[in-house]
């Protein structure tokens, strides 16, 4: 089976997490700060918060800007229930705004009209969380603007998207969010096993972000109440936390993997570039690249008629294809909250006739050939 996405590990990957197996620490040493450092480089941000996974990330972030009851948080439905999931933590309301037809993105016409409404009812939203599908960047300038004008607050959800840039500086950098999340899951670019990071230019936001990861405990005076304290020993709970701790054998393996991020997003673009030229002719749509982005290409994700047809011989000819996304509001659990097929029809059109065909750092061209083939074969042109 060739699979739709698939992890890179070299020697040095291995020999990293051997060595912090051998080392005193597993969790809580240095290899955490080092794996930050070079996520808030690569993105030059000011500031990268590891944790267990990017959904962690999505938690915190929502929380270090005190998103809660009463609030709204809104995202897209063409995406991971992560991204919905994580405003229900918060016990905020969340609600969808729909996609763009050309990028499967969200819609900035779609949210300034959404916006307008929201004001007169007053129901605009604390949060929202835009995400950068396949690995292209959404439209931050336009919709880090409508932020601005409601006085919104922006996570972008970059959870497929490290190694991208736009308007040609790297995601990560928010220059049109408060915080920008990824995803080090092994289907994406860059792997940790589980693993996220939130990066923030905002020393208030990371500040808040650290404690939430670990129980709300701190041992900086910096964060501390200024109460006494008994002793040099002493720690302080100074709010409500979790356990979201990246340890330090995921944080090595990150390490070594992000010294690769380069070629990484260079090899799935030489990849898509040749799936553009011998899919040139074949009756199926392809993903739309932007002039404003470089993708990080997590994705590959195809327009084809006959879906059901297509999917199902693929996977008999050993193609490993799936679907992103099926819409977040019209998973059962989004239904019993009020939501319907019809909602999000932008979305709901795309989601019809979507499939993501393999894209990897080891796909070879033989392998991408096969691909090729069997697609010609499934949709029997
Ligand atoms: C993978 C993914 C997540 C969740 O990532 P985890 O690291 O598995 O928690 C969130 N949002 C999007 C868009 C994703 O693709």
């Not at 190694?163 to 670019?189: E, R």
């Not at 709010?239 to 991020?261: C, F, P, S």
């Amino acid at each position: 089976m060739i699979p739709y996405g698939r992890q890179e590990i070299s020697d040095a990957d291995v020999e990293a997490v051997l060595t912090v197996l051998r080392s005193d620490f597993l969790t809580q040493g240095p290899s955490v700060p080092a794996f930050e450092k070079s996520v808030a480089t690569a993105c030059s941000a000011a500031h990268a918060v590891a944790v267990n996974s990017a959904t962690s990330a999505l938690h915190i972030a929502c929380m270090a800007l005190d998103l809660g009851p009463g609030d709204w948080l809104w995202t897209v439905p063409n995406t991971f229930v992560a991204s919905a999931n994580v405003g229900l933590y918060c016990g905020a309301d969340v609600s969808f705004v729909d996609v763009d037809p050309q990028t499967y993105m969200m819609c900035p016409d779609a949210l300034a009209e959404k916006l307008e409404i929201a004001e007169k009812a007053g129901t605009l939203p604390k949060v929202l969380i835009p995400v950068h599908f396949a690995g292209q960047s959404a439209a931050m300038d336009r919709i880090g603007a409508l932020a601005q004008q409601y006085g919104i607050r922006v996570i972008e959800d970059a959870s497929h998207a490290i190694g991208a840039s736009y308007l040609g500086a790297p995601v990560g950098n928010c220059a049109f969010s408060d915080i920008t999340v990824f995803s080090f899951h092994p289907v994406k670019i860059v792997t940790t096993a589980e693993g996220g990071v939130a990066t923030t230019q905002d020393a208030e936001l990371a500040r808040k972000m650290e404690l939430f990861r670990s129980h709300g405990v701190t041992r900086d005076p910096a964060s501390m109440t200024g109460e006494p304290l008994d002793g040099p020993w002493a720690y302080e709970q100074v709010t409500l936390g979790y356990n979201y701790r990246m340890t330090e054998l995921q944080a090595a393996l990150g390490v070594t993997q992000m010294t690769r991020l380069e070629e990484f997003v260079e090899r799935r673009n030489i990849l898509a570039r040749r799936y553009e030229t011998l899919l040139a002719q074949v009756p199926v749509t392809l993903p739309f690249q932007s002039r404003d982005s470089y993708s990080a290409l997590h994705l590959y994700p195809i327009q084809v008629a006959n879906r059901a047809e297509v999917f199902e011989r693929l996977r008999a000819a050993g193609i490993g294809v799936n679907v992103h996304y099926i819409p977040v509001h019209t998973q059962p659990f989004w239904r019993a909250r009020g939501f319907d097929w019809g909602d999000y029809p932008v979305a709901e059109n795309y989601y019809k006739n979507a499939i993501s065909i393999p894209l990897y750092f080891g796909l070879s061209f033989d392998e991408q050939d096969q691909v090729v083939a069997s697609l010609l074969e499934a949709i029997d042109v």
